[in-house]
T-cell receptor, first 112, second 113 residues
């Protein structure tokens, strides 16, 4: 089963509102990656965080990696309809070898 | 254009049949990973190929097998199909280790009836 959990599972927001998804791993991660999957599409790589406590920004998106390297968050400021999709965190779990374990995902819907 | 090419895009098979899915990685990538994604769930790791060998395997039965060719392309084979094998099968390529992030193909939607 999944060892990387995300909350919330679903989020409905009005356009212009902020959105945050949280990712928690059962073990430490050497790095955390975030992917976006549009409805009917495939996951697309957004960003990778490597250092403990690291924060990275991509326009309206802010990504954080926890101090213990077991949790992460993605925050979107002033959502737009183009942000619709499912956001997955993923990482190589300690002892998990080279494979990337994906989180359960947060589905974001944005209404006008 | 995802850079990773998968074929076919859709497939309908009957229980008990066998299926082969194909993947051509992004140019410059040498590692291919296969994932199964059921509706509404996150991708589940099936296995990974590097240098024509299975480097790592997830919790999938032996009915799932694969191959990587010298040109880095890969195949996923599933024998004795079950209804529960219905899912989106994603191929992801990367260069070297997983540290660099994956490039996913558009997937093959497999329906078992």
């Amino acid at each position: 089963g999944q060892q990387v959990m995300q909350i919330p599972q679903y989020q409905h927001v009005q356009e212009g509102e902020d959105f945050t998804t949280y990712c928690n791993s059962s073990t430490t991660l050497s790095n955390i990656q975030w992917y976006k999957q549009r409805p009917g599409g495939h996951p697309v790589f957004l960003i990778q965080l490597v250092k403990s406590g690291e924060v990275k920004k991509q326009k309206r998106l802010t990504f954080q990696f926890g101090e213990a390297k077991k949790n992460s968050s993605l925050h979107i400021t002033a959502t737009q309809t183009t942000d619709v999709g499912t956001y997955f965190c993923a990482g190589p779990l300690t002892g998990g070898g080279n494979k990337l374990t994906f989180g359960t995902g947060t589905q974001l819907k944005v209404e006008l | 254009d995802a850079g990773v090419t998968q074929s076919p895009t859709h497939l309908i098979k009957t229980r008990g049949q066998q299926v082969t899915l194909r993947c051509s990685p992004k140019s410059g990538h040498d590692t291919v990973s296969w994932y199964q994604q059921a509706l509404g769930q996150g991708p589940q790791f099936i296995f990974q190929y590097y240098e024509e060998e299975e480097r790592q395997r997830g919790n999938f039965p032996d009915r799932f097998s694969g191959h990587q060719f010298p040109n880095y392309s890969s195949e996923l084979n599933v024998n004795a199909l079950l209804l529960g094998d219905s899912a989106l099968y994603l191929c992801a390529s990367s260069r070297g280790t997983v540290e660099r992030g994956y490039t996913f193909g558009s997937g093959t939607r497999l329906t078992v009836v």
